[in-house]
Structure formats: structure tokens, C-alpha cells
């Protein structure tokens, strides 16, 4: 069971829950407990000092305190994990600012409300275990001169009578291994069917009981990044999962450079390769190290957007970018894994996930499927964050989807030091509303590299919440502070000096970074609106905003709604879903009536095409400032600008 314990800041007194192991200035962060912390957790720059007072931490090596310090407590808290209850002293030197700054986060509206990722899944909707396709033993009379029926009509009569089913049919590969296999081990046979309906099919026959051990594969297929778990077919449980990159993006960072370069000679071949060898080596990569072998696996379920499928299929993607943007299919046929070229045995069959339109695709529906928006009794947006984003809205009687461009920026493209959520990456931001200091944290607490898009999102809420940067996504000039100065592309603020960086430059947000990220959180915030408006209703009616996607993670409602990408809705109701499209295939590898559910979603689903709408323009031009032109939509922005007042501050290092 998880050790729990209290983790105790003073002097804010500010209390959170951890778990053995959880790092100090992950928590600090998490709290809104101010800690200089230049270096991304990295341990370079020596700044996050912290005392412990009581309790204990355990604490890896750097050569940053003395023996003096040491004995008075003093621990650096990007190395320090919790080991049991523990009470941390922030001392002054340590903190951004002074007690005012604790105060005015205090007194700003209370952001512990999102749902991390991986409590989603206790939220799923309710499903039954029972897969569409899996292995039945059997074991059938053997032919006798008193009932001489062939072998198929004997297979397909017991299996009948166990399953319960009365359409049983045989593939021509399982009739061709059928008088050999039924006869290897005295007419005991294990079948591997495929039943995603009421019809089943026996795919495969294998002498003797082989259905104690099975399994599936669910797959995430994106743009950017591939998933692939591993399901007990027993128990429904995920005995493990890996991500990679997709391999695919050496030929293209988005969907449409893939359909450019699907067009060439071989283009579609090399494109299909790369997303199955991303996809087999994640395979390769559970089977050996969970010991379950290859043939154990009974079938794939995939979830992808449309051009995705597409490239993953081998199917012809150029007429989806090309107007009127029509897709070869959104529903696709169960294949053969192997003929795909998916190192799986014969007989190994794969869903994909069916979609909507040529921009939304599997992945959304797998996403509606698991974020239960399909059930849903109340008012509820989806949004799945990516380079297009997607969104739905809706409830169980209706649901409406479109899809907008929103561009790389949050993925860290157009911007300068903009990177990917990798290692190194800055992920969280907090910025001294005093002194305009940093305090940063980078995945893998290592030596920054660049911002991904949490951090981007903290970094321009931040700044603009605390008046660095006006509305129009300028820089406010005579800050006293040398971290916002003139750079090359305009005003700049230098996030991490060259020293504590693995660059050895500055890292630096600049106002043509800025111009796009709002370029990218207008187009989301123009196509939801629309799109609840084409409805005759308002952002503010939406009882329940689900965001997908690893972009999601680390994002904190507050600062989305602070730059206008989220509606100004109370906190509590902005979930994030996780990957709700792995979360998606999973159930559909899992249950037929999820499967079923899925084909319903695509069936109910009215697609709203906003690139020809009327209106979508005046609505993104109005979404192209921070948070909006109209601020009477975003009161509690409205309310927080206001309690900053005018921008006065002072010098960092000032007390
Ligand atoms: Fe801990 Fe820099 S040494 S954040």
C-alpha cells in the first residue's frame, strides 16, 4: 500500500498530502509555496534551500551546503524526497518576495480542484468484460461412425453450444490447420474468435487448452506521440503500457506535412512503416518485459485521428486536406495485425476506432467513449489539446464536434525555446509578483532546455497576471528588473540565465512567442464558443469542460482561464481526462457494448465545420488578446487584475 504522509510549509502553513518518494519543490509547487528555484530542479543553481524543522528527508548528493548549514537543517529541495510526516521552513533568502506574496496567493481562488490523469479511470463508464474477440477452449465429441459430421460442423456445434451464440463461422485458415490441430491432442482445442457483433468467427485453432492466459493490445496512435498497453483479458486490468514518438514525425511534425509527403514516391509506404515499427517496437518492448509471449495476444484495438488510420492503414489520405476534405472512410474493417506488419502471430485481428470526419477522428470518439460524455445528464465541452484541436460538446440526447487549427505553439513549435514535454523541458512556472523571479521546474528535475507547453501557458498567465505583459501580449517597459530587457525579436523576458540552462544561453519568451501562443489559445477558445453558441447557448452554461491529452497534465485551471484558452467558468468543473484516447481503445479491446457504444457515438455525432463559418473569424480576432476583448466573459481575471493594481516592482533581491 502507498505510504502517505503530510508535508508541512512554513511559514504559510500551507499543507499537502505526498507519497514516500515525492520530491520537495514538486510539492512547494503543487502548494503555491514560493522557492527560488532558477535551475529547473536540476541542483545547479543552489537556490532552493528549505530547513526542515521536523520530520525527515532523504536527500541525493550536490555540493551546494556546508557542514555549518547542514546541521541547522538546511537541505536543497529539488534533491530532497519525502520519507515521512515533514515540516519545511522556507527561509527568506529562499523565498520570492516577502509574506505579501504568500498572501496574494492566498487570496487567489482556490485551483485544487483538477483531477489528475490517472484518476480518471475510476471514473470510466460502467463496462462489462467481455472482449470481442479472445481464445475458447473446447472440447467436442471426436467423430465416431454414429456421428461422422466433418470437423468444421463439429467445432462450429460446440462452440455454438458454449458460447451461447447461434452464427458460428470458420475462417479458411483455421478449416485449413482444423484436421491436424483437432486431432493433436484428442479433439481438445482452443479457438480464437472474433465475435465484435453476433457473429463469430473462429480465426485460429491451437491444439489443447491455451485460453488461460490472454490478452490485448490497446494502442494510442498520435501525431506526435504512440501508447500502447498491455489488458489482462481475465481481469480487464492494464498489466502494462509504454509511450514513444512516433516515428513518423522525420517526415513531417503535423498531419498535413504527412499528407504532403504521403503524396510522394513511397511517401505512404515509408509513413505506414515508421507508425508500425513505433508502435511494434512499444509492443516488443511489454511483451519481454512482462513475459507474456506473442502468441497469448488475442486481438488489437487502435485509436487514431483520421489521417493517422489512414497512413497506419496504408489507405490513400491526399482528399482529406483537399477540399471538400472528404476521408477515404471513417469506419475501417478488422485486419489481420500481421499483414499490417505488426510482429503478431496469425489470426491476430485490429480494431480501429471509427470517427466522425476527417478532423475528428478515432481518437475523439475513443475520447467521448471514455470521458463518458456519450452518458453525460449536464452540459459537457471535450477538448483534446493538440496541434488540431478537437472538441465536442454535448450530453447523452445530443453531441456536436469541430475541429480548429490551433498550430504547434503549445506543443512548443513557433516558439523560440519552445521544446516538447520531454526531459529537460520547463513544465511549471510561478513567477514573484515583487520581483518578477522565477521559480521553475523541469521534467526530470534536469538542466533546462526549453518550455513545453505547461509551462508556456504558467509562464504567459504569469506574466500577465502579474502586469509584465498588457493585454495585447507586450511587454510593459521600465520594469525594474533586467529579466525583461529589448531582444532581438522585441521585448523578451529571460526565464533562466545561460549559466543555469544546458543550452548556455539564455532562455528567453519573447513577444513573437507570445503572438503565437495567442494566436493558438484564440482558435480554441473562438471554435468552443462558436460551437456552444451554434447552440443557442453560452461558455458559462457548460456544467463540465473535459481536456485530453498529455497537454493536460500539468495545466492548471486558473492560468488557462487567466489567458482566455479556458471559458471563466468556477474551477471545479474543468477536468483533465488524460489520454482519454488510450483510456478509449482500451474499453472498445475490452467490451463489446463499448465497441457498440463507440459506432452509436460516430452515429450521433453532428460534425460543425468552422472553417467556413461566417462568424468563426470575428470570434477569433475577439479571443486575440489576453485574456479577451470582452472581459465582462472573464470576471475572475477581471478580479485579480484589479487586486494587482498598478505594476510597482521592486528589484529582485529587494526585501
Ligand atoms: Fe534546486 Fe536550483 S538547485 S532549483
Not at 147 to 165: F, I, K, M, Y
Not at 514 to 523: C, E, M, Q
Request: aromatic share 6%; charged share 20%; proline share 5%.
Amino acid at each position: 500500500m502507498t505510504e502517505r504522509f503530510t508535508v508541512s510549509f512554513l511559514p504559510s502553513n500551507r499543507r499537502v498530502l505526498a507519497e514516500r518518494g515525492d520530491n520537495l519543490l514538486r510539492l512547494a509547487m503543487g502548494a503555491d509555496v514560493h522557492i527560488n528555484a532558477s535551475c529547473g530542479g536540476s541542483g545547479t543553481c543552489g537556490k532552493c534551500r528549505v530547513v526542515i524543522e521536523e520530520g525527515a528527508v532523504e536527500e541525493r548528493p550536490h555540493k551546494h551546503l556546508g557542514a555549518a548549514e547542514r546541521q541547522q537543517g538546511y537541505v536543497l529541495a529539488c534533491h530532497s524526497t519525502v520519507v515521512s510526516d515533514v515540516t519545511v521552513r522556507v527561509p527568506l533568502e529562499s523565498q520570492i518576495g516577502d509574506r505579501r506574496v504568500l498572501d496574494r496567493e492566498a487570496a487567489a481562488p482556490a485551483v485544487g480542484t483538477t483531477l489528475a490523469a490517472h484518476d480518471w479511470e475510476a471514473r470510466l463508464p460502467h463496462w462489462n468484460l467481455d472482449p470481442p474477440a479472445q481464445k475458447v477452449f473446447i472440447s467436442p465429441e471426436p467423430p465416431s461412425l454414429a456421428d461422422a459430421a466433418p470437423d468444421a460442423d463439429r467445432l462450429r456445434r460446440e462452440l455454438a453450444r458454449v458460447t451461447g451464440e447461434s452464427s458460428v463461422e470458420l475462417s479458411f485458415r483455421a478449416l485449413k490447420e482444423l484436421p491436424s490441430v483437432a486431432r493433436a491432442q484428442d479433439w481438445q482445442v482452443t479457438c480464437g474468435v472474433l465475435a465484435p457483433s453476433d457473429r463469430l468467427e473462429i480465426v485460429t485453432v491451437e491444439p489443447g487448452d491455451t485460453s488461460q492466459q490472454q490478452y490485448a493490445l490497446a494502442v494510442d496512435l498520435g501525431t506526435t506521440t504512440v501508447s500502447v498497453a498491455l489488458l489482462d483479458l481475465r481481469t480487464g486490468e492494464t498489466v502494462s503500457q509504454s509511450s514513444d514518438y512516433n516515428s513518423q514525425v522525420s517526415y513531417g511534425e503535423d498531419v498535413i506535412s504527412r499528407i504532403i509527403f504521403a503524396s510522394k514516391a513511397e511517401g505512404l509506404a515509408k509513413l505506414q512503416k515508421a507508425a508500425v515499427a513505433t508502435i511494434d517496437g512499444l509492443i516488443q518492448d511489454l511483451l519481454s518485459k512482462t513475459g507474456v509471449s506473442a502468441s497469448m495476444i488475442s486481438h488489437v484495438s487502435l485509436a487514431g485521428n483520421t489521417t493517422m488510420t489512414h497512413l497506419f492503414l496504408g489507405i490513400e489520405p491526399r482528399y482529406i486536406r483537399l477540399d471538400p476534405y472528404t476521408p477515404a472512410s471513417t469506419h475501417f474493417p478488422w485486419v489481420e495485425a500481421r499483414e499490417l506488419g505488426l510482429g503478431l502471430p496469425e489470426g491476430v485481428k485490429l480494431h480501429c476506432a471509427p470517427g466522425v470526419a476527417s478532423y475528428v477522428g478515432g481518437d475523439i470518439t475513443a475520447g467521448v467513449l471514455a470521458s463518458g460524455l456519450f452518458n453525460a445528464e449536464h452540459l459537457t465541452l471535450f477538448i483534446d489539446v493538440g496541434t488540431n484541436a478537437e472538441m465536442v460538446i454535448g450530453n447523452a440526447d445530443w453531441m456536436l464536434a469541430c475541429a480548429c487549427s490551433a498550430g504547434p505553439a503549445f506543443e512548443g513549435g513557433g516558439v523560440q525555446y519552445g521544446m516538447r514535454a520531454t526531459s529537460g523541458a520547463i513544465e511549471q512556472v510561478r513567477i514573484n509578483p515583487d520581483t518578477l523571479e522565477p521559480m521553475i521546474l523541469t521534467i526530470g528535475n534536469r538542466r533546462p532546455l526549453g518550455i513545453c507547453g505547461s509551462g508556456l501557458i504558467d509562464l504567459l498567465s504569469e506574466l500577465f497576471l502579474n502586469g509584465a505583459v498588457d493585454k495585447r501580449g507586450k511587454f510593459n517597459q521600465g520594469l525594474p528588473t533586467a529579466r525583461v530587457r529589448q531582444g532581438e525579436r522585441g521585448g523578451e523576458y529571460v526565464l533562466v540565465w545561460a549559466e543555469h540552462t544546458a543550452i548556455k544561453r539564455d532562455i528567453v519568451f519573447t513577444e513573437v512567442d507570445i503572438d503565437n501562443l495567442l494566436r493558438a489559445k484564440g482558435a480554441i477558445y473562438a471554435a468552443a464558443e462558436l460551437l456552444v453558441q451554434s447552440v443557442d447557448l453560452n461558455l458559462a452554461d457548460v456544467e463540465e469542460i473535459l481536456i485530453a491529452g498529455s497537454f493536460g497534465r500539468y495545466l492548471r485551471a486558473d492560468k488557462a482561464v487567466a489567458l482566455g484558452l479556458l471559458p471563466d467558468v468556477p474551477y471545479e468543473r474543468i477536468k483533465f481526462v488524460g489520454n482519454s484516447s488510450l483510456l478509449g481503445a482500451k474499453l472498445m479491446a475490452l467490451s463489446r457494448d463499448m465497441l457498440q457504444r463507440a459506432d452509436e457515438i460516430v452515429g450521433k455525432l453532428t460534425y460543425v465545420e468552422l472553417s467556413v463559418h461566417p462568424s468563426y473569424m470575428d470570434h477569433y480576432v475577439s479571443a486575440l488578446f489576453l485574456p479577451h476583448t470582452n472581459l465582462d466573459a472573464f470576471p475572475t481575471v477581471r478580479e485579480r487584475l484589479q487586486a494587482l493594481g498598478p505594476r510597482t516592482p521592486r528589484p529582485a533581491g529587494s526585501q
